[in-house]
């Protein structure tokens, strides 16, 4: 519906509408189409069938009048010329048609011109306004009044939002005429209505009027076309589906009003692709979207993808009128098992070595025409029939989908030469209702067995014998021969070899397999593990390749009475007075045997010494256990005592070992236990001794202590120490610590030639005498003393070092004698001069005889260069 000042178009587009149904839709100044229909049927005579199947253009006329209701056309098409004529008409009479005029609910003379005065309790019906409209500018809508302007003066203002309120100044008002105007185009979609108030005030601002509610309605026209949230839609069919199948679902949202045809969209199928079997092989319901199969016959294997292209159109659907737009479905048909697998051949054949296991044998290939590496294509092969033993199971290839036969068995080429297996295959899923499976299906494997040299077999493997320990070497224990299973080759021989001995107790006859010791079996070795002693022996044909097999001996041997029992502890403690509490050790004995060569034991004490049985005793607790104790009243002085103990076990004859146990007396406390002092009293050290061990150890650890104070106080006093002393107080081997390190000579401008001996003292002898650096030389008068010679002659170096040397001896500010002198003559021509000057023994002949006069301290060097007879 659509509003030009005072002149509305009504359109009914869809054919075949009945009023009512039209009434529910659409409506005009609030009054319906049913209203419309009513007033002017009876006016224009107009039949409902004509007011339903045909295009009307209604004029609203002004002073309370009803529009008029005029066809156009009765088939859905108006010409160019009539909508020309109708808009020259409309634009005409909205030139003659004045504005209606809402006047303020109250009491006055009725106004001749306009709309009615209203009562108070009047609802103002609604302004609509067409959405983007194109104007002119401001656009007059309706005229506001009030009964006292006759009188007085009023001032007439709107408030609400569109005037006073964000979005400011879409709507205005003539003060003083009453006028209200919108002063832009509107968007239905953006807002679909105002609601304002106007306001009757006097010049003086006082109010006149009660304000009036407007409501400006903003019409909706068909300016949005549909819009698909996405423009390819993703959905999927079982192949064989039948017609009806639901398949996906697309929508489409208009932003117009959805009450009116303006924003009732409509969907199509416009293409698909490809046409196979049928161009037209899915549907779309128009008004919700969802797509179903039409027809059958989808078949993924011929097809396995269709794409549709679907339109949605509002207007409902009208082609001529509406706007459309388009998405892609893309509809993927998926797989069903309606393809059994075949098997590409009736046979198959393979071979396999006897003895063997996890060796494919057989490859079986297979076709199936489901998508690869689903479950409607994976292939699951069976045996059916052919081996009863399960020597065999067929595994699939996960990629080739082949089925692999594979020995999991051992076969026998003496037992079977061959195998005539009957295999199956079908898939993982099952078939899909009404295939049946291919006879193709099943196909018969033939596997050969070739025979091969096998390994001797022990028939008996581990063999069990039981013998007494402690038989003598040579004794015959058993024989342990193998069997050979190639029954079918020529007679092989066996030879026996020992694998496997830990103690070296056992031999093999090579021929027979006879085992005979080398040594005489001992139960408690370390090699024998629970009474049993194990041995692995092997067995050799002499076929080609040579086979061998293994075999265990296990030989359980049967304790004899060789090991006489042992005292347990070997050392305890025990008060020094017996009256005080029951006092005594508890004693018992180990024995390697086992029963009935080991307990019950039984413990006695020697009859000598006599001092033992006088003070001590043994009574019986248990079979294996006895309690040694002090005899009642007597008094042991604090120490270490050895007593012997005499332990036979019950062996056949008994066995019996003296073992000597230890018994430290000590004071004891009220609660009986050996108290600290007690203990090394016991150890053999009396109270004075012990208290003079505990002095002399505080001594020792005062002394350290002082120690270690001395030594942080002398460190403290070398790190405070000044640089710079007096002359007095100079000492020659003072050492300087400077906590830097440079990068070398290379990375530093170092001066090398201030580490020469200086010409001359002249800027020594200058400085005032004071404090000084401990490492400066002294400063003494030059002529006092001789001067070491700064440049000797090159040619003679025994001149050079014995004029050091006496130069160092008249020298009271050198070093002392025993310290080591240094030469700082280098040459001459560079800072680090050569020392080419100092020629060996081998560049020409030189006499050093004269090394003899210089003194004890050069006779070294004498003997070794000088001309003397070597000693």
């Given at each position: ?18 009023v009512?149904k039209?009434?529910?839709k ?5 009054t319906?189409?049913?209203n419309f229909y ?19 253009f ?12 005029k ?12 909508k ?78 569109g ?8 709507f ?23 609601h304002?108030?106007a ?29 698909f ?14 017609p ?7 929508s489409?949202?208009?932003a ?15 293409s698909?692709?490809?046409?196979s ?8 319901n ?42 892609t ?12 697998p ?8 393979g ?24 479950p ?9 029939s ?25 076969v026998d ?6 195998f005539?297996l ?33 390994p001797?077999y ?23 021969s ?10 092989q ?5 020992k ?50 097999g ?33 006092n ?5 004995a180990a ?62 004859p ?7 146990i ?7 406390d ?6 600290t002092?007690?203990a090394v ?29 001395w ?21 020659r ?7 830097e ?37 002294p ?10 010679p ?9 001149d050079f070092?014995?004029?050091g ?6 020298d009271p ?39 003899n ?12 260069y ?6």
């Amino acid at each position: 519906m659509g509003n030009k000042g005072d002149q509305v178009t009504l359109s009914i587009a869809s054919a075949g509408l009945s009023v009512s149904k039209t009434a529910k839709k659409l409506s005009f100044f609030g009054t319906t189409i049913s209203n419309f229909y009513r007033e002017w049927s009876k006016k224009e005579k107009i039949s409902s069938e004509q007011f339903s199947s045909c295009k009307y253009f209604v004029h609203a006329k002004s002073q309370g009048k009803w529009p008029e209701l005029k066809p156009c056309c009765s088939v859905f098409k108006v010409t160019e010329n009539e909508k020309k004529v109708a808009g020259r008409k409309e634009k005409k009479e909205a030139v003659q048609t004045p504005p209606p005029v809402i006047m303020f609910p109250g009491s006055g003379r009725n106004i001749t011109k306009g709309l009615r005065r209203q009562k108070r309790d009047w609802v103002i019906p609604p302004i609509n306004v067409a959405e983007n409209s194109r104007g002119p500018f401001p656009q007059m809508l309706v005229s506001i009044r009030s009964d006292q302007d006759q009188d007085i003066s009023i001032r007439y203002s709107i408030t609400g939002v569109g005037a006073d309120q964000p979005p400011n100044e879409v709507f205005s008002i003539d003060p003083v005429l009453g006028k209200m105007f919108v002063t832009k185009p509107l968007d239905r979609e953006h807002r679909s209505s105002y609601h304002l108030r106007a306001h009757a005030v006097d010049m003086n601002g006082n109010q006149v009027e009660n304000p009036i509610d407007l409501y400006i309605f903003v019409i909706d026209m068909n300016d949005n076309r549909p819009e698909f949230k996405n423009q390819v839609y993703n959905g999927s069919v079982d192949e064989g589906s039948k017609p009806g199948t639901y398949v996906m679902h697309l929508s489409a949202f208009d932003a117009d009003d959805n009450t009116t045809a303006n924003g009732m969209v409509r969907y199509r199928i416009l293409s698909q692709t490809p046409h196979s079997p049928i161009p037209n092989m899915f549907t779309i319901n128009s008004e919700t979207g969802d797509i179903v199969t039409v027809a059958p016959g989808l078949d993924r294997e011929k097809v396995s993808q269709y794409t549709i292209i679907v339109q949605a159109t509002d207007m409902e659907g009208n082609l001529n009128f509406g706007l459309s737009n388009t998405a892609t479905a893309i509809i993927t048909v998926t797989d069903i098992n309606d393809n059994p697998p075949m098997l590409t051949s009736r046979t198959f054949s393979g071979e396999v070595p006897e003895n063997r296991v996890d060796v494919v044998v057989a490859n079986l290939t297979v076709i199936d025409a489901d998508q690869p590496h689903s479950p409607n294509w994976n292939a699951i092969y069976r045996i059916i029939s052919g081996d009863p033993s399960g020597h065999f199971t067929i595994r699939t290839d996960p990629i080739s989908n082949d089925g692999m036969v594979t020995v999991v068995k051992p076969v026998d080429f003496e037992m079977n030469r061959a195998f005539m297996l009957t295999v199956v295959v079908s898939n993982q899923a099952h078939l899909a209702t009404g295939i049946q499976s291919s006879l193709q299906s099943t196909a018969g494997v033939t596997i050969s067995v070739q025979d091969v040299n096998e390994p001797p077999y022990f028939p008996t493997n581990p063999k069990h014998i039981r013998f007494e320990e402690g038989v003598p070497a040579g004794t015959s224990l058993t024989t342990f021969s193998a069997s050979d299973p190639d029954r079918l080759q020529m007679q092989q021989i066996i030879r026996y070899s020992k694998l496997n001995d830990p103690a070296d107790w056992l031999s093999i006859n090579r021929s027979n397999g006879q085992i005979v010791t080398t040594a005489m079996l001992d139960r408690e070795s370390v090699y024998v593990k629970n009474n049993i002693y194990e041995a692995t022996f092997l067995a050799t044909d002499n076929g080609s390749p040579a086979a061998s097999g293994t075999g265990t001996l296990q030989i359980y041997l049967i304790d004899i009475n060789d090991n006489p029992p042992a005292l347990i502890p070997k050392e305890s403690q025990i008060c020094e007075r017996t009256y005080r509490s029951i006092n005594g050790v508890n004693i018992t004995a180990a024995d390697a045997d086992t029963d009935p060569n080991a307990g019950p034991f039984v413990f006695e004490l020697p009859t000598f010494p006599t001092t033992i049985r006088r003070n001590w005793t043994i009574s019986r607790i248990s079979g294996d256990f006895a309690r040694l104790s002090l005899r009642y009243q007597i008094y042991l002085e604090p120490g270490v005592y050895e007593v012997p103990v005499i332990v036979s076990d019950s062996g056949n004859p008994p066995l019996s070992n003296r073992s000597v146990i230890k018994v430290k007396v000590c004071p004891c406390d009220e609660n009986g236990d050996c108290t600290t002092l007690g203990a090394v009293a016991a150890a053999g050290l009396g109270t004075g001794a012990i208290i003079s061990i505990l002095i002399c150890i505080i001594i020792l650890l005062s002394m350290v202590l002082l120690f270690v104070v001395w030594i942080k106080r002398r460190e403290k006093e070398r790190q405070t120490k000044q640089l710079l002393i007096d002359p007095e107080d100079d000492v020659r081997d003072n050492i300087l610590k400077y906590d830097e390190e440079g990068g070398g000579e290379e990375d530093q401008d170092y001066d090398l030639s201030q580490l020469q001996q200086p010409d001359s003292l002249e800027h020594i002898i200058s400085k005032p005498p004071g404090v000084r650096r401990v490492d400066e030389r002294p400063i003494i008068p030059e002529s006092q003393y001789p001067i070491r010679p700064v440049v000797p002659h090159p040619g003679d170096i025994g001149d050079f070092i014995h004029e050091g040397l006496r130069a160092a001896d008249n020298d009271p500010t050198a070093p002392p004698y025993d310290s080591l002198l240094v030469f700082d003559y280098e040459g001459s021509g560079s800072t680090a001069g050569s020392v080419s000057s100092l020629n060996s023994s081998s560049t020409g002949d030189q006499d050093y005889d004269y090394l003899n006069d210089w003194g004890p301290r050069f006779k070294k060097l004498a003997d070794m260069y000088g001309g003397g007879d070597d000693d």
